[in-house]
């Protein structure tokens, strides 16, 4: 049985903040749905107002200006694939897109949701953090920008604070051609969450590494230099990250096979 709760859908940001001030301890923001919908099944939230955010302006648009690109809140995962710019322009951020879940789900899923959710496991936040993507946050009193690597703060925690709502993911033009890949250890072949996931960015001289799975947040590891042999780059992922034993894997076979993953990468990005 589905937790009953009324459906608010602000056609404004002046509205969507009045709406979060007046349910600060009731309401949930809803955008797919494919995380809150099951976590009110599972009786882990219990909102009484879900706010949707799906109806404000400019909510779907995905958009290649001079900074870069722009993803509003309701942009889903399977749009990032689908968008010719971002295919050109970031295929690290679609090699990410293209790891979560099944197309159907990427069909509601959005990038916005995806990343507040703040989950470990989430694919596309290795992606924000290797391309230096900055999240634009909006609140009543108007709107603040903070870089991804500052946006995550614990297991399912981000830095947003009662009132705000994150209202703009901007990939910078900066980070436009970087070359990577994705790899993403998963208990079957099909759609799943990650065992551990490695992302490997080559962003004009600087390597980046995006790890997921292995730490109570996503994490950057951008310390490895050209230098480095695959040894020390594995060592100084290893480093950077504390996996734990779950019922996807032990902290011993994540360590593993980040070490086997950062050596692949090394060898087949060039
Ligand atoms: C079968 C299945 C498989 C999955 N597999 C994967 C996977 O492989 N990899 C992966 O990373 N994830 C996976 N997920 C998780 C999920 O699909 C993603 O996290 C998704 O991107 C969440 O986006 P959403 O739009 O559905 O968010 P919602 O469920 O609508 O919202 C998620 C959370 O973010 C909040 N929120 C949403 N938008 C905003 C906003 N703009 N501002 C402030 N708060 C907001 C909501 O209140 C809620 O707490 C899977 C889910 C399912 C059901």
Redesign the pocket.
Known sequence: MLHPFRYLAPQSAQELAAMLADHASDG????????????IRNGV?KPSV??D?KKLPDASSLRLGADGLSLG??V??NDILRSKDARERYPVLCACAH????H???N????????????P?????PALLCLDAVAV??SGTGQRELPFREFFTGV?K?A?KPG????RIVVPASSAGARGSYL?L?RIAG????IVGVLFVRLGGSLRFGV?SAAPTPVLVDTVTAKDGPDQAAATVLGSVSPISDVRGTKEYRQHMIGVFVRRLLAEVK
């Not at 949930?28 to 976590?39: M, R, W």
């Open positions: 949930k923001i809803l955008a797919g749905g494919t995380d809150l919908i099951p976590n939230f879900v706010i955010v809140p309701a889903t995962v790891e979560l879940a099944s159907q789900v990427r509601r899923a959005t990038v916005a949701g995806n990343v507040v959710n703040a989950s496991c989430s694919d596309m936040a946050i909006g399912k981000t947003l705000e709502w994150l209202d993403k998963k759609h799943d969450l990650g997921s």
